[in-house]
């Protein structure tokens, strides 16, 4: 029996379960095991988008812990031809996800990959900014040392000058503002900055503004999951 390896998207809001395809519980339905970045997150949205799925059924191991442990007992499932759920956090595993090592163990040896429709934060975020949708970099979480956080922005708006490219990147919730301060004395007036919060959720933001634009405003983005874009001109 070949294994196949489903990539399971998740909310980005634990309520906006419109926002998964209902394909996705068949596929959830085909598999026997399941790895999680977050098990308690991932049987909390299971039972969300399908009340019939027995959640004690698979079999469960944690993404994040013992990385080669994990990668070790996911080749195994491999070569017992299981079918497998790879499920982030939040959006689409593999992106911006721990997940990505398992799927190199499964394409290293020769299982399908099954990348399945789903919510991606960068992606929205991007759609929605007015931003350039041709060249784009995601660079993940900027230095957390202020000298080179302001070294990294410096680049990112030289990059996206050179290239016409928007930058993404993003910042652990409790450090937004913090971050958004940083952005506002560090970059050029004239360069654009989009902030995303709270994708697909109630209370979802998203504008676009130059610099000189936002030191005008007042903003609070204090532990909301933001996504910033930002494109010099």
Partial sequence: MHSIVYLIPCV???SATETIPHYIID????????????ERTARRFLKSICKEIVIDDYEWYAIHKAENEVVAAFRQKIKDGKNIAIISEAGCPGVADPGQLLIAAAQE???????????????????????NGQQFEFAGYLPIDNLERNKAITAMELSSQKKNSTQIFIETPYRNNQLI???LKACKSSTRLCIA??????????????????????????????????QAV
């Fill in 12 to 14: 980005l809001e634990e």
């Fill in 27 to 38: 596929a959830v339905k085909k598999c026997g095991v399941i790895f999680a970045e977050n």
């Fill in 197 to 230: 919060a709270e994708l697909t959720g109630p209370h979802e933001f998203i504008k676009t503004k130059s610099i000189a634009e936002w030191r005008k405003e007042k903003t609070d983005f204090h532990k909301k999951p933001v996504i910033f874009l930002l």
């Fill in 109 to 131: 040896m020769n299982a399908t990959v099954k990348p399945l429709v789903g919510p991606s934060s960068i992606l929205l975020a991007l759609m929605a900014s007015g931003m």
């Fill in 181 to 183: 301060e940083t952005l």
